[in-house]
Each structure stands twice: as structure tokens, then as C-alpha cells.
């Protein structure tokens, strides 16, 4: 069975945050922010927390308690 993007957002939300940047580069996606947005599609509580870099700020997304 294949994973999906999507389905691998999921899985590493379920070990810890992660960050924008970190989603972009780990599964290879142009825009992380569409990922979280099917989450939430399929009802999926994220709660995201800007975070300030040494390039600037980034999202950094997590399971909503």
C-alpha cells in the first residue's frame, strides 16, 4: 500500500511537531500548508504556532489537544 503525502503529514504529526519547512523538504511537496489544509478537510484538529527562525518566521503545526 502506497502513503500518501498526506498520510505521512499525519504519521509524523502523531510523533511531534513539525514545521512548515520541515514538511516541504522531508516529503517532497511545494506547498505544506495544502497538506494541513486536507487534514482539517477530513476533520482533523491542527493547531499551528508561528515560530521565529534565523530566516524568518515559519509555521510549526501539531496536534490540537
Known amino acids: 500500500m502506497k502513503l500518501y503525502a498526506v498520510d505521512k503529514l499525519y504519521n509524523a504529526l502523531e ?3 513539525i514545521t ?3 514538511i516541504a523538504s522531508r516529503f517532497k511537496v511545494a506547498n505544506p500548508r495544502d497538506l494541513v489544509y486536507r487534514l482539517r478537510r477530513d476533520n482533523v484538529a491542527i493547531n499551528t504556532n508561528m515560530v521565529e527562525t534565523r530566516s524568518g518566521h515559519v509555521g510549526r503545526y ?3 489537544d
Open 20 to 22: 512548515s519547512k520541515q
Open 62 to 64: 501539531s496536534f490540537a
Open 15 to 17: 510523533k511531534g511537531p
